[in-house]
């Protein structure tokens, strides 16, 4: 089995392997929902990583967006009135709780001042 898993390690793009971790990570935690079974307008926590993020001027206040990846999907939240957080960045994991909003013709998800936990 070892030999089976160093062949795949080394025929499978290293973008799959990062998401099957990133998934496992995500997995662990306990009391989390997975953001592809995440309801709108339902409280819900999610674990994930910062996949990317922006800054967007709302009503004239700026906003911080940032959208999480569990690996199952993906998630906006979005901190009004801040340019920056610090320990928020790019690539960093972290546990989200709020409530979610659909938005947009796909329905992705939108989460407004989240409380979170870095991890």
Sequence with gaps: MPLKKLF?????????LDVERLRRFCSDRE????IADLKARAEGTVVGEIQSMRIVPRAG???LEATISDGSGTIVVVWTGRRKIAGVVPGKRLVV??????TGPRGRLLVFNPVYELL
Excluded: W
């Excluded at 009391?31 to 997975?34: P, Q």
């Excluded at 709780?97 to 659909?102: D, F, I, K, N, T």
């Design 8 to 16: 795949q390690r080394f025929t499978v793009p290293d973008t799959e």
């Design 31 to 34: 009391g989390v929902t997975r």
């Design 61 to 63: 206040s700026p906003s």
């Design 97 to 102: 709780s709020g409530r979610g909003a659909a």
